[in-house]
């Protein structure tokens, strides 16, 4: 994992040092790719890499089984085989899929990400869980595949839109109040545009995610488990929201505000640490409220929905203080109606 400026540029020079391969597809979507392909493009021919663009629509449509048949489909065409890498560059929806696709291409082909977005780098690139959305949910199909390099390069964030910047800052506070309380004061007097400092803020997050994954890498023990704070309602609000009234990490803050009313009453969490942490995520523009008309009884049917995919239990993550999670099952859907109630 490198993090830092104007790394794009030196991708092929990375991948070189890495990969024996001579052949690549660099897989990109409608926004991201007119403004950096060029420079990732120039930056793996100059090390002697031969490769493809492949541009698909932006946008969590595209995260599709079709859309990864398709990708490999033009791979095969371009005389890419087992010895080819694959690049995502973008955010998190081009990082998934390009990862399915470096995972099922010949069974399993290196992935390098280049993140374009605050949450891609924080979050999506770290732990190597891939894969594309069917119409029954998020995230169904997939694989397990690490990438065999991360690049994160500072300088991309600059085109990235103000609303995607800060939803990267949810999950950036939801590491923050699940491991590093350190890094939640840090977060309280952040100034905006301080490069060096939103540089080790990364590296930072970085860390914290890769040393929860270590412990859990397969999503199967639990401990991976507490990365989910915040998402059981989350989750349950982008649904219900059909995906478009808010961004994920925005129904994530709000998720965030809802598992800390729960942790007040079922975890101890002292009231003023819940409204701490309620002003941190204002501070960084993202909701914890909802708006008066959203309907919330459809949230609480989403829960029930992916109750569905956790053989039927519910597991929520809660927090005692600042700075430790646990998860439990010792959390009802009353206790959830009424959280989203308050919400
Ligand atoms: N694998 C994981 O562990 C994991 C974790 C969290 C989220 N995810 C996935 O990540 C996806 C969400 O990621 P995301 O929020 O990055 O969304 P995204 O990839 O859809 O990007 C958001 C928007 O920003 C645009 N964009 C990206 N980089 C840009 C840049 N530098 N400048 C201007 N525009 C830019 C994109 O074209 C898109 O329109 C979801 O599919 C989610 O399921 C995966
Ligand atoms: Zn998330």
Redesign the pocket.
Known sequence: MLVGSGLSRELGRHARKLLTGKACAIIS?S??AP?FAERVKKSLESAGFRLILITIA???KS?TLKQAGAICDQMIAAGLDRQSFVVGL???????ISGFVAAIFHRGIPHLQAP??L??MV??SI?G??GVDTRAG??LIGAFHQPSLVIDDLD??K???SR?FN?GFAEIIKHAVIADVKMFRTLQSRKPGDAPALQRLIKRNVEIKSRIVETDERDRTGERAVLNFGHTVGHAIERAGNYSKFL?GEAVSLGIVAACTISVTKAGLRLEQRDTIVSLLERFGLPTRLPSKFPRKKILEAVKFDKKFDGGRIRVVLIPRIGAAYVTENVTLADIREAINQL
């Open positions: 979507d926004n991201v403004l932006a946008g969590e995260k973008g955010g998190g929806m081009i990082g998934d374009t977005t949450l891609a979050d999506s732990g869980k891939t998020k995230n991309v964030l085109t990235l839109p995607e939803q994920h």
